[in-house]
């Protein structure tokens, strides 16, 4: 990588201005990506605050549209941030920024989650938690504001998202509840907390847990009985959410198909690969057989984190210098055990300056002891390397050529989650899943994507339900069975994934979509360069965009950018 600095640029000092304003309201987002300066704050989630956020891409969009770029960096910037503003504002126009609710990817969530990425080795550091947490009830207070305003005007999230996050909120509650679990285990490296600290600590954990249990009572006592029983939102409505996960827009009908297809596909290679566990063996007792294979299990979540590491260590030893550039600071990566057991298996970004590397987060539900890798490999290397971390913490080390927004906030899903498929699919290509064993397990990863496309589509367009499923209209139980029969995930997963898919229409179906969009554009690039084509360099000459819209990728990869203004 070229480490000659390019000088910023009015379209830079934009976008650079754009993070500076956009931080200030939104502390989330800086924890997030790294950013100091910001942790004691919470956003302001009231419907105050979503208007001054929406001012701000207003304001962006004008300087945007007055900055003059200057080379093909620029362009991608202005072509990248011109589709995140404005599909931002149609969303809010839409009605769907003050009525955000769901469960997995809405304040109910990200107020508490921002704790698992605070620095918590010091004393001053745990004084600075305590100052978060006690900003807590004035976020929450703004949220249920803007949940109020937005019911009023008829945007209410359906039922069924309201209910899971009553339940996720009473997580949080309580002596035995996550805020107070946190403080009560608080200990800095540098030495037992003081008691003036301790208490200040243990009494905001327990204003934070109130707040939630406020929310709790605004939810259950007034929203949900505003909350509407159906859960699909209709083509129309889909069609803005898939283009604001995608960066391109999705023509529905096609994607659906594609879906039905690409399941297809894809269960013949398991079928096949099955036969290598065991000669007439079908999927599931291939699966079975692996699951209770002891030489691919773990006992205790010490050696599931310990596992998690060694791979994927192992994955940026075997590929930097090969496969990939790899900078030194992004050759490491930590593993943890999420201190909240739902959900999914996630990863979270290097800070700005690479003092907190990049994270894999595995949740493990209470009392679950037993785990199988065989399921697993390919998910460290989507989370990993050569997956999110290469991914994300490259596009943070970009400091010779990539603006702030580009490197810190930038985040389109089908690119991102894309990429992380594409990742899976190509370690199986470079010969890192030639065990029957892990190959069935990353067969079975692209199964699951690959149905959420059809139920994620399908559900919410009214598309008709496929013929194993019954056909004719869908239902929840007929997405619960097409999930069972093509996915080795437990019922309630099951349950927590399809509860995901009506809560955010567009997302899941982003994962594969995306990774359709990579392997079409790494085929055209390869078709043009013919004999000229390397891997390696169609990687880099990628991943160096940050994290772009599909459309906004396809074209800078071809080289569109690169002529005059765009």
Request: proline share 5%.
């Amino acid at each position: 990588m070229s480490s000659e600095q390019r000088p910023a640029t009015v379209v830079d000092q934009v976008m650079d201005r754009f993070v500076v304003d956009f931080v200030a309201l939104d502390p989330i987002a800086a924890t997030g990506a790294g950013i100091t300066g910001h942790e004691t704050g919470l956003p302001d989630l009231s419907p105050d605050g979503r208007a001054e956020v929406s001012a701000l891409r207003s304001r962006t969009l004008t300087a945007l549209a007055a900055a003059v770029p200057v080379d093909s960096v620029d362009r991608v910037t202005v072509a990248a941030a011109r589709e995140h503003l404005e599909v931002a504002g149609l969303l809010r126009e839409a009605g769907a920024e003050e009525s955000r609710l769901n469960n997995i990817d809405s304040p109910v969530q990200t107020v508490r989650e921002v704790f698992d990425l605070m620095a918590t080795s010091t004393v001053d550091d745990w004084a600075t938690v305590a100052t978060r947490l006690r900003q807590v009830p004035g976020a929450i207070e703004g949220y249920i504001a803007s949940l109020r305003f937005a019911a009023a005007r008829g945007d209410v999230s359906p039922r069924r998202q309201v209910l899971a996050a009553i339940d996720q909120s009473r997580a949080n509650i309580g002596s035995g509840g996550f805020f107070a679990t946190f403080a009560k285990d608080a200990a800095p490296a540098d030495g037992d907390l003081p008691r003036s600290v301790r208490a200040e600590l243990d009494s905001a954990a327990r204003q934070a847990a109130d707040a939630y249990d406020t929310l709790v009572s605004f939810l259950t006592g007034e929203l949900l009985a505003q909350a509407p029983t159906a859960d699909p939102v209709g083509p129309d409505r889909y069609a803005l959410f898939a283009r604001a996960y995608l960066g391109t827009p999705v023509d529905l009908e096609d994607a659906y198909a594609w879906g039905l297809g690409e399941l297809s596909r894809i269960n013949e290679q398991l079928r096949q690969t099955a036969q290598q566990i065991g000669s007439g063996l079908s999927i599931a007792e291939a699966m079975d057989h692996l699951t209770h294979d002891p030489a691919r299990r773990l006992t205790g979540t010490d050696a599931l984190r310990a596992w998690m590491q060694d791979k994927a260590d192992g994955a940026i030893a075997a590929l930097a210098g090969t496969h990939f550039d790899i900078p030194e600071p992004i050759r490491t990566i930590e593993c943890r055990i999420a201190p909240t057991g739902g959900g999914t298996i996630y990863y979270t970004s290097p800070s700005d300056d690479f003092t907190r590397p990049g994270r894999m987060w595995w949740p493990v539900p209470p009392g679950v002891e037993e785990f199988s890798t065989w399921k697993e490999v390919s998910t460290v290397y989507h989370e990993g390397v050569p997956g999110h971390h290469l991914q994300i913490g490259q596009t943070v080390f970009r400091r010779d050529s990539l603006n702030r927004w580009r490197r810190l906030l930038a985040w389109v899903d089908g690119h991102g989650e894309g990429w992380a498929l594409y990742a899976e699919q190509l370690m199986a290509e470079l010969g890192f899943l030639e065990d029957p064993g892990d190959l069935v397990g990353m067969l079975s990863s692209q199964s699951f994507r690959a149905v959420r496309v059809v139920i994620d589509i399908g559900m919410h367009c009214g598309f008709e339900a496929p013929p194993e499923v019954g056909g004719g209209q869908w239902t929840y139980e007929k997405a619960l069975h097409l999930l069972e029969v093509h996915s080795s995930k437990a019922e309630s997963r099951r349950r927590y994934e399809i509860d995901r898919y009506l809560g955010i229409p567009g997302q899941a179906a982003s994962y594969k979509l995306g990774e359709r969009a990579w392997l079409l554009l790494r085929d055209e690039v390869r078709a043009r360069e013919g004999s000229g084509f390397e891997l390696k360099s169609f990687h880099r000459r990628a991943l160096d965009l940050g994290s772009v819209g599909l459309d906004v990728l396809r074209s800078a990869v071809l080289g569109e950018f690169e002529g005059g203004s765009r």
